[in-house]
C-alpha cells in the first residue's frame, strides 16, 4: 500500500480571530488548536508521515504537541498554497507519485476518525482525488456591493468544501505547478485540480467539521469536541493516550 503523508498549514496569525495570539496557539478544551487537531489526526492515522508548515519565526511552537513518530517541520509560505506548495517540494525526494496525500487545516479540530479514514479510501480509489464536503443546507444569498441582497442562489448541487482534501503525490504536485503558473487563485486543494480538468469525488463529511476563523468559534468547537468525545469512548480513549 502506498505511503500517506499529511500537510498541515500552520504559518498563518489568523487575524480574524482578534487575537494577539495565532489562533492555532489559542487554548481549546486544555490544549492548543493544534495539539487537538494532530491528535485527531493521529487517532485516524497513526503511521502516516506528518509535514507541519510553521512560520520560521514561530516561536509558540513547541514539538510535545505532535504525536507523530515520523514527522518534520517545513518552513511555511505567507498563504495556504504557499505552505502546501513547500511541504511538497521538502518530500519530492522521499515520496513516489503514487503516494496519498491528505491537506488539513491546522484549525479544524472536529474533524470525525471515520470521515478521515473513508476520504483516504476515496484518495486512493479516485483518480482524480477527493475531499470532505457537506451539502448545503441553507438558502444562499448573493449580496450587492452595498451589502443589500442581489439574488437568490439556488443550492441544488452545491457543497461547502472542508478538509482533509487530497490526491496522489505526483498529480497533487503537477496541479498546484500547474495553477500557480496560470495565475490561478487557489484556497484548496480541490481547486488546484480543477484547474487540469480533474473533478474530485465529493465525500459526505459531518458538517461540524468546524473550521476555527472568529473568536465564537472557539467555544463552539470546545462544545462539539465534548460532545464528540461524550458519544464515542474508543476516540476518548485515543484522545487521552495521544496527550
Known amino acids: 500500500m502506498s505511503r500517506l503523508w ?41 503511521a502516516a508521515t506528518l509535514c507541519l508548515c510553521l512560520a520560521r519565526d514561530d516561536a509558540r511552537f513547541d514539538a510535545s504537541m505532535v504525536p507523530f513518530a515520523d514527522w518534520r517541520r517545513i518552513d511555511g509560505g505567507a498563504e495556504r498554497a504557499d505552505s502546501v506548495v513547500a511541504a511538497l517540494a521538502a518530500v519530492a525526494s522521499e515520496a513516489a507519485d503514487d503516494d496519498a496525500v ?28 477527493a475531499l470532505l464536503a457537506a ?57 488546484a485540480l480543477e484547474t487540469m480538468g480533474r473533478a474530485p469525488r465529493l465525500v459526505a463529511g459531518r458538517r461540524n467539521n468546524l473550521k476555527i476563523t472568529q473568536p465564537d468559534d472557539l467555544a463552539l468547537a470546545e462544545q462539539i469536541l465534548a460532545a464528540q468525545v461524550s458519544r464515542n469512548p474508543p476516540l476518548a480513549a485515543q484522545h487521552k493516550a495521544s496527550t
Request: aromatic share 4%; glycine share 8%.
Open 102 to 129: 491528505l491537506v488539513h487545516d491546522a484549525a479544524r479540530p472536529c474533524v470525525a476518525t471515520d470521515d478521515l479514514i473513508r476520504l483516504l479510501a476515496a484518495v486512493r480509489e479516485v483518480p482524480d482525488g
Open 6 to 46: 499529511l500537510i498541515v498549514p500552520a504559518a498563518g496569525v489568523g487575524r480574524r480571530m482578534q487575537s494577539e495570539c495565532p489562533k492555532q496557539y489559542l487554548p481549546l478544551a486544555g490544549r492548543t488548536v493544534l495539539a487537538q487537531t494532530l491528535a485527531r489526526l493521529h487517532a485516524a492515522f497513526p
Open 135 to 191: 451539502p448545503v443546507a441553507d438558502t444562499m444569498k448573493r449580496a450587492a456591493a452595498d451589502g443589500r441582497v442581489a439574488g437568490t442562489e439556488l443550492r441544488d448541487g452545491l457543497w461547502h468544501a472542508l478538509t482533509p482534501q487530497g490526491a496522489c503525490f505526483g498529480l497533487l504536485r503537477e496541479a498546484y505547478r500547474t495553477a500557480l503558473a496560470q495565475g490561478v487563485a487557489l484556497t484548496d486543494e480541490s481547486s
